[in-house]
């Protein structure tokens, strides 16, 4: 066993082990927020550390597979890290980092029977390692155990608050969340029931000598778990009424992150599972609708986080699109196009948290004069929304491009189509973000048909009221701490050096694309030999580069 496979070894386990003892001791500490705060910070600081430092080692050496607790693939619980999970995790700890600073310069803190906030970073951390323990689960069950595990979590921050809205929004996302993961339960149960296993390598090594209409019939169920989870059309229509309700950082880390975790489990079971593309069309015309579905009902919103909400929707059908097209070019898009989103959204949603500060408003109704009133505040809205409409040379239109050449090169009618749906898409994004620019940081107040009205000052993370004041008697106008708006510049920039360091991102998703189109490097790396009677506890297994 070489070093790197050893201090892999060592490290994988780490994004999970270290927010859930986190949790553990920032729950028992509730009521020092400060001490909250900083544990909070140091474990997320690690678990960046850590997934860097798995990616190095990903793209030197290659795929390595951790057996945890002594038993043998593929009996016991598998870890794997390769460049697709270790990427996906670099990208969330950045994310999921960001956001805690930025709520916690929002003002988390202890305080009436109306805000819980001493359950918000412990809940935070066991959703950071839910999301974890998703990237790296080497069996379909474990898999499960990451989604309910951060669904869990998610369930508890979109209703802190307990407002009407929050609450009738929560249960609405508990129930579709629920469903989800019945029919994922379900999905699992006929995935075993034909394959005698729930190890993802050994699963993919007997699928292939099940019929192709079993096959198609357990990937059909898994799509529409992971379809609902990643808000692919038509099992979208939870999302826009649910995120936008929570608070900015809630609604930021959830538009960020937790559809992609659903996208990469489609990534995940389609490459290494199905590779043989019995559902393809059907992927194809599910990403489709989604483009052009949610880039439609983003230019019927008023409100910046609704309209948000819907673009999010839209941009996972490139994702799905990449994906359906079934080659190395469409799925080096994908992966690339899934870290640029995840950075790129929750940006967004963060400005718009800072634009509720700054303005007393999300709505385009009561907005203007934003670009006169703080040049700082546009800035950081205009370059991610010009990022997300796919203006060159930002990363999205770099990552569109891969996605359309991908389309091209598949040749086929459907993959034309596609194209021609992801070109207007792209082309209707751009009109999106251009009337939020002109309608809220242009205009001038004055012209807005509600631009004397405001919302009740959110005078803490946590509050919300149903009722309206003047503008002017708003007491908070103009204050955006700097601590909202240090994590909120930072993802801007790294935003911004998707696109100066694009070449190499590329090459990175490009070799991931690579080892999932060639499935034999992860089934060699979690099953290995299986005459040398397994590996002893901890002992990892690394694949060939």
């Not at 990534?267 to 599972?273: A, F, Q, Y």
Request: glycine share 10%; hydrophobic share 55%.
């Amino acid at each position: 066993m070489t070093i790197s496979s050893n201090i892999v070894t060592a490290l994988a386990p780490l994004p999970v082990l270290v927010p859930m003892l986190a949790a553990a001791a920032t729950l028992v500490l509730g009521r020092r927020t400060r001490a909250q705060q900083i544990i909070t910070l140091l474990a997320l600081i690690t678990v960046l550390a850590v997934s860097g430092l798995l990616l190095y080692l990903a793209d030197r050496d290659g795929t390595t597979a951790i057996q945890v607790g002594g038993w043998s693939s593929p009996i016991g619980i598998t870890l794997v890290v390769d460049r697709l999970s270790a990427l996906m995790l670099v990208v969330s700890s950045i994310v999921l980092l960001a956001v805690m600073v930025y709520a916690v310069g929002q003002g988390i803190r202890d305080g009436s029977n109306d805000q819980p906030v001493s359950i918000f970073l412990p809940t935070y951390l066991a959703m950071t390692a839910g999301i974890s323990n998703a990237f790296l689960a080497g069996d379909l069950f474990n898999l499960f155990v990451g989604f309910e595990v951060l669904l869990a979590a998610s369930f508890v921050l979109l209703t802190l608050g307990a407002s009407a809205d929050r609450v009738r929004a929560g249960v609405s996302y508990v129930m579709v969340s629920m469903l989800s993961s019945l029919i994922f339960l379900a999905g699992i149960a006929f995935a075993y029931a034909a394959t005698g296993t729930l190890n993802l390598a050994d699963m993919a090594t007997r699928l292939d000598g099940i019929p192709s209409g079993t096959r198609a019939a357990i990937f059909g169920v898994l799509l529409v778990a992971f379809g609902i989870k990643a808000a692919v059309f038509p099992l979208s229509a939870w999302l826009p009424d649910s995120y936008p309700t929570a608070p900015a950082p809630v609604t930021a880390v959830f538009a960020g992150l937790l559809t992609k975790v659903g996208v990469y489990a489609i990534i995940r079971t389609h490459s290494l599972l199905f590779p043989q593309g019995e559902l393809d069309n059907v992927l194809m015309i599910c990403g489709l609708l989604t483009m052009l579905v949610g880039i439609l009902g983003a230019i019927a919103q008023t409100d910046i986080k609704r309209l948000l909400s819907f673009t999010l929707v839209s941009h996972i059908g490139y994702m799905v699109f990449g994906v359906a097209v079934s080659t190395q070019e469409g799925l080096s898009g994908a992966i690339y196009y899934v870290a640029h989103h995840i950075l790129v959204q929750t940006t967004l949603f963060l400005v718009v948290g800072l634009i509720e500060r700054q303005a007393g408003s999300s709505s385009l109704r009561r907005l203007g004069g934003l670009a006169a009133a703080s040049p700082v505040l546009a800035i950081i809205f205009l370059v991610p929304a010009l990022n997300l409409g796919g203006i060159p040379p930002f990363s999205g239109f770099i990552g569109k491009v891969a996605l359309l050449q991908a389309g091209a090169a598949s040749g086929s009618a459907l993959a034309w189509l596609l194209v021609a749906g992801g070109t207007i898409t792209s082309l209707l994004t751009l009109y999106v973000v251009a009337r939020v620019w002109t309608k809220a940081f242009w205009r001038a107040r004055a012209d807005a048909p509600e631009g004397d009205l405001a919302d009740v000052s959110p005078s803490a993370l946590l509050d919300e009221s149903e009722a309206d004041i003047a503008f002017d008697e708003r007491v908070d106008v103009g204050r955006m701490p700097a601590m909202m708006l240090i994590p909120t510049i930072a993802l801007v920039a790294v935003g911004v050096g998707m696109t100066v360091f694009a070449g190499q991102i590329i090459h990175v998703s490009d070799r991931a694309a690579s080892d999932l189109q060639d499935r034999s490097i992860y089934i060699e790396a979690v099953l290995g030999d299986h005459d040398n009677g397994g590996q002893v506890q901890g002992e990892a297994q690394e694949a060939p580069r």
